[in-house]
């Protein structure tokens, strides 16, 4: 995709989504942590259920160490693969009370430091809970950047770079939102939704279902 057209592909989407957000809940960087933490193989929808129940009882590190490994796992059980992220999200809430004051580091270094973050998770909270301009490629971003052409890349990390590389400055800390959404409910995998896409005639895309 040329530069023109990426640029007028993010302001296409800009207009339809001009503040675009997470669609997990929270009210706090840790919160926020927790909720992406628990999300890895799981729906936005399910982990927060299951916060709904959680954050109220444990809003804090400290809160949620007190609960214990399995303590925690009974708020996070209908969440795939919950007692692994249990254990996770307890040592990782030992590690934020012993080196970083309890508060959630902002640097992408010791946040994938924490148990259970990846690179992934890091970028999500660098770019949701401090406004760095971020890019997470999750399975539908890592889609959308090949399907439509904007970001071809054999791997999660080329697919990062590339985006990085070719989206405006002025798009990048919206970008990933803006691309989740649209790779979550119109450039759908299995079908997209090419009849109400913004951007259709900008994606190169050869199977649009039209």
Known sequence: MKKDAIAQFYRRLQE???APTTEL???T???LLIAVILSAQATDVGVNKATARLFPVAPT???MLALGVEGLADYIRTIGLYRSKA???IATCQR???CHGGEVPSDRESLEALPGVGRK???VVLNTAFGQPTIAVDTHIFRLGNRTGLAPGKTVLEVEQKLLRVTPPEF????HHWLILHGRYVCKARRPECARCVVVDLCTFRGKTL
């Open 121 to 123: 998770t890091a970028n």
């Open 29 to 31: 960087p840790f919160q």
């Open 16 to 18: 339809a989504n001009p």
């Open 172 to 175: 990048r800390k919206d970008a």
């Open 87 to 89: 254990k996770n999200v």
């Open 25 to 27: 809940n929270y009210a």
């Open 96 to 98: 934020l009370l012993e």
């Open 61 to 63: 590190p400290a809160a």
